[in-house]
């Protein structure tokens, strides 16, 4: 009867404490995020609007249309350094992601030993034994599952970090494209202006001749021709180095970077921004971030299994030549088999600040993953901001510069008829060269902000 009852004690024991680990086997369940589909603002113009899908759903060959430009991106994702590193932290995780589901397997050993014992005046005995030994832990409170769930979170987090890399490296390598184009549209402006300056140089000499100007018309002219001279030199060294900082990001060594012209870049008139929980939850760094609070709940877990037996079954299988002192010839089998199912009694609070830990990491990783919503979320909007102000100031370049240009006809003819002095005309070219430059670098703007925008809501994945 007292053995029925302690068996029956032990029963009830070890399945109060199944039931009581049940939660160890439950999988991980993504948070409330529901705040995430107010994270757009109310959309600023026509040209944007909410659908199912979101332009970032377009592969980066039909948004990038210049061929150019998809030749250096093809260079960039082949040599990127950060890139390829974040190729080697896949395979890295894919090995641990292995080894985790190795781990359920048995172990095996083979252990071969000799002995020599000698006691008193006898003869020395010598013996040996061979044979293979095998140990396995039976994952009965989900410390191995949560161990392999932990590693295949790490894997999908690694992945998700290579393609916020290739989604980087790619808005990278556009943006400095287009910083190119425009340092070269701003030169060919200022070389326009420049021969119309040699012009007027030339004019002012004539008219100082003629006697209908004096010497310091033609001075200022000459000073004003080498202004814009010096800025052309400057214009020369952005564009080499913006030509270095680009071979940098391709993974090549400094060379010229072939590339179209800022006026042939096409680029959608209208913009889908999609659904902002499907759209923000799936850009890669905040998939990242959820990876991470994934694998520090698995993490928990796993912690939590160490409060509970361990159960291993072990056992093995040998030859030997004998047994004690005596030899026999030929020798024996041994075979042993092992159950052992160990409870933690006392850790000196190791295992409790353990869990204490793994809890704080994986409060941690959920702040941090509606952070990287929030964040995601003001990347959209700044951009969004961008690309509207830049469009609306555009239209503003452009009546201004024609404006302008009407402006420095008028004053040039008027002062070729000695009505107006050189200043006007002076003032004229310069405030029609600053509109110029001002709205190479607003066209600019606006491609940034497309670029920032693509790359904000997660695209250049394909």
């Known amino acids: 009867m007292k053995k029925k009852n302690i068996l029956s004690i032990v029963c009830a024991a070890g399945a109060m404490t199944l039931v009581s680990s049940c939660g160890l086997y439950t999988p991980y369940s993504r948070p409330d995020i529901s705040f995430a589909d107010s994270l757009y603002r109310p959309l600023p113009c026509d040209s944007l609007y909410a659908d199912s899908v979101s332009v970032a759903a377009q592969s980066w060959k039909s948004f990038f249309t210049d061929p150019q430009l998809q030749q250096w991106i093809e260079t960039g994702l082949k040599n990127n350094a950060d890139l390829n590193v974040a190729h080697l932290r896949t395979k890295q995780a894919e090995a641990a992601l292995q080894a985790s589901r190795q781990a359920f397997l048995p172990s095996l050993d083979l252990s071969v030993e000799g002995s020599v014992s000698k006691k008193g005046s006898a003869a020395a005995a010598k013996g040996y034994s061979i044979g293979p030994s095998a140990a396995w832990e039976v994952d009965l409170f989900g410390r191995l599952t949560n161990e392999k769930r932990g590693a295949q979170a790490a894997l999908l987090q690694s992945d998700a970090y290579r393609q916020a890399v290739q989604i980087q490296v790619i808005s990278g ?26 012009e007027n140089v030339r004019t002012l000499a004539a008219l100082k001749t003629a006697g209908k100007t004096n010497e310091a018309a033609v001075l200022q002219a ?11 030199k400057t214009l020369k060294r952005q564009i080499a180095e913006q030509e270095h900082a680009l071979c940098g990001l391709l993974g090549i060594t400094p060379q010229t970077i072939e590339r ?8 959608p008139e209208k913009l889908s921004l999609g659904i902002p929980l499907k759209t923000l939850a799936n850009r890669p760094d905040v998939r990242e971030a959820e990876y991470s609070l994934m694998q520090a709940y698995y993490a928990t877990n796993a912690v939590r299994a160490d409060f509970y037996p361990q159960l291993t079954l072990s056992g093995s299988l040998g030859w030997t030549n004998g047994s004690g002192l005596a030899i026999t010839n030929p020798g024996s089998w041994l075979l042993n088999a092992l159950g052992s199912l160990v409870q933690p009694l006392f850790q000196k609070g190791q295992n409790r600040a353990n869990l204490k830990i793994a809890q704080a990491q994986q409060e941690e990783a959920l702040l941090l993953f509606r952070q990287s919503l929030l964040d995601a979320g003001i990347e959209v909007n700044d951009a969004l901001m961008q690309w509207q102000t830049a469009r609306e100031r555009i239209d503003v370049d452009r009546e201004q510069i024609s404006l302008l240009r ?9 002062m070729k008829h000695g009505q107006v002095n050189y200043l006007e005309v002076l003032i004229a070219q310069q405030n029609l060269l600053q509109a110029e430059l001002t709205g190479a670098e607003d066209k600019y703007d606006e491609i940034q902000g497309v670029i920032t925008l693509y790359h904000a809501l997660g695209g250049g994945l394909s």
Do not use: C, H, P
């Not at 390598?173 to 040699?198: C, F, G, P, V």
């Not at 004003?224 to 010096?230: P, T």
């Not at 009407?406 to 008027?414: D, E, K, M, P, S």
């Open 406 to 414: 009407a402006a420095v006809w008028n004053t040039r003819l008027l």
């Open 173 to 198: 390598i556009a943006n400095a494209y287009y910083t190119l184009l425009m340092l070269d549209e701003q030169l060919r402006i200022s070389q326009y202006t420049l021969i119309t300056m040699k």
């Open 260 to 267: 179209g012209k800022l006026d042939e870049q096409n680029f």
């Open 222 to 232: 000459k000073a004003n021709q080498l202004s814009v001279e010096g800025n052309m």
